[in-house]
């Protein structure tokens, strides 16, 4: 029988170490649970939302008037295919940099630029996760799991969950709840090491392994993110601007030396980061219980005992400068609860 919690803090099962309470909370550890689940909340009429490492949300001062539903679904699996491919088919419920880890043990390529990276499987597959030139979509075979609308299951291939950046289908559409994610690796050496932190880091290896990208990458992430197991952090706070190429020459024209990447269809990604620290002198920046980092501005980060409200007073503010000064509008990539 599942057990059925109430009245549960959401606070200590976030990054942000922030969120009022959950009206009922349930911990998922296999697809019988969720069906469970479902017929509980079908029941009652509730809403569902599901929680993997609370690492990239934001939750209400408020809590969450409906279900929440702990996704705990585990189970790596590594299965060989042809011309120096592997499979490799996880649960949603696993830690992320967990399998990465044993991907880079195995020296499969492919997931090794994500090292670091708090959350769980399932979540990098519904925020399609990424860094350091890497998303998890480029990897991605499919998904599977349960609709919560009548309890069926669900597989979709890659082309169907409608990825772009930090963005798909199941960011769009909660009913789906994701079980397995199933993943393509190599065997042979297929690394994106043109990110210039990451370059220089491996500037001196002659024969670079995926240990050796995990590695540098790690120590990137330690030397400008917080550490979220001591620091209230969500990591980046908010998306890299894409903007119309067009736009961007005219950014250029008034400052010169503002970073840009090509992206397709006359579109430019510029960096969010360049333009607090260099624009919007907001590196640093500290209202209250609530900051920028001040390694990496991109990252909001609280400071203690900030509520939810804090949190998005500040980033309004934030939003409100950065428009201000360049023109650019620039979107949260953390979800709100």
Same mark, same amino acid.
């Given at each position: 029988?599942?057990?059925?919690?109430?009245?549960?803090?959401?606070?200590?099962?976030?990054?942000?170490?922030?969120?009022?309470?959950?009206?009922?909370?349930?911990?998922?550890?296999?697809?019988?649970?969720?069906?469970?689940?479902?017929?509980?909340?079908?029941?009652?009429?509730?809403?569902?939302?599901?929680?993997?490492?609370?690492?990239?949300?934001?939750?209400?001062?408020?809590?969450?008037?409906?279900?929440?539903?702990?996704?705990?679904?585990?189970?790596?699996?590594?299965?060989?295919?042809?011309?120096?491919?592997?499979?490799?088919?996880?649960?949603?419920?696993?830690?992320?940099?967990?399998?990465?880890?044993?991907?880079?043990?195995?020296?499969?390529?492919?997931?090794? %630029? /994500?090292? +670091?990276? =708090?959350? !769980?499987? &399932?979540?990098?597959? #519904?925020?399609? @996760?990424?860094?350091?030139?890497?998303?998890?979509?480029?990897?991605?075979?499919?998904?599977?799991?349960?609709?919560?609308?009548?309890?069926?299951?669900?597989?979709?291939?890659?082309?169907?969950?409608?990825?772009?950046?930090?963005?798909?289908?199941?960011?769009?559409?909660?009913?789906?709840?994701?079980?397995?994610?199933?993943?393509?690796?190599?065997?042979?050496?297929?690394?994106?090491?043109?990110?210039?932190?990451?370059?220089?880091?491996?500037?001196?290896?002659?024969?670079?392994?995926?240990?050796?990208?995990?590695?540098?990458?790690?120590?990137?992430?330690?030397?400008?993110?917080?550490?979220?197991?001591?620091?209230?952090?969500?990591?980046?706070?908010?998306?890299?601007?894409?903007?119309?190429?067009?736009?961007?020459?005219?950014?250029?024209?008034?400052?010169? %030396? /503002?970073? +840009?990447? =090509?992206? !397709?269809? &006359?579109?430019?990604? #510029?960096?969010? @980061?360049?333009?607090?620290?260099?624009?919007?002198?907001?590196?640093?920046?500290?209202?209250?219980?609530?900051?920028?980092?001040?390694?990496?501005?991109?990252?909001?980060?609280?400071?203690?005992?900030?509520?939810?409200?804090?949190?998005?007073?500040?980033?309004?503010?934030?939003?409100?400068?950065?428009?201000?000064?360049?023109?650019?509008?620039?979107?949260?990539?953390?979800?709100?609860?």
């Amino acid at each position: 029988m599942l057990k059925i919690q109430e009245n549960i803090s959401l606070k200590d099962f976030t990054t942000f170490q922030i969120g009022g309470k959950a009206q009922y909370f349930v911990v998922a550890k296999t697809e019988e649970d969720l069906r469970e689940a479902f017929a509980f909340i079908k029941s009652r009429k509730l809403p569902l939302f599901t929680l993997g490492g609370g690492s990239n949300i934001l939750v209400s001062d408020h809590g969450y008037n409906g279900l929440v539903i702990k996704n705990e679904i585990k189970g790596i699996k590594f299965i060989d295919q042809a011309n120096d491919k592997v499979i490799l088919e996880c649960g949603a419920g696993e830690s992320l940099d967990d399998v990465v880890a044993l991907s880079v043990i195995r020296n499969l390529s492919g997931l090794e %630029n /994500l090292s +670091g990276i =708090p959350g !769980t499987v &399932g979540g990098a597959a #519904v925020q399609n @996760a990424g860094a350091y030139g890497v998303e998890i979509k480029d990897h991605l075979v499919s998904v599977g799991g349960l609709n919560s609308d009548n309890g069926k299951r669900f597989i979709f291939e890659n082309i169907d969950c409608q990825y772009s950046y930090r963005d798909s289908l199941f960011k769009k559409n909660k009913k789906f709840v994701i079980t397995t994610v199933t993943l393509e690796l190599c065997k042979k050496p297929f690394f994106k090491t043109e990110y210039a932190g990451l370059k220089n880091k491996l500037a001196n290896i002659e024969k670079v392994q995926a240990s050796d990208i995990r590695k540098a990458v790690i120590q990137i992430r330690e030397d400008k993110l917080p550490d979220w197991r001591k620091v209230g952090t969500a990591g980046s706070f908010f998306k890299n601007p894409i903007i119309t190429s067009e736009y961007y020459e005219k950014l250029i024209a008034v400052f010169p %030396n /503002l970073p +840009g990447f =090509p992206e !397709t269809k &006359g579109k430019t990604k #510029v960096p969010l @980061a360049w333009l607090l620290d260099n624009i919007c002198n907001l590196k640093g920046h500290k209202e209250g219980k609530v900051g920028l980092y001040e390694k990496q501005p991109i990252v909001l980060v609280n400071l203690g005992q900030a509520s939810a409200k804090d949190i998005s007073d500040f980033a309004e503010k934030i939003i409100k400068i950065v428009k201000e000064k360049t023109g650019i509008e620039i979107m949260p990539e953390v979800e709100k609860i």
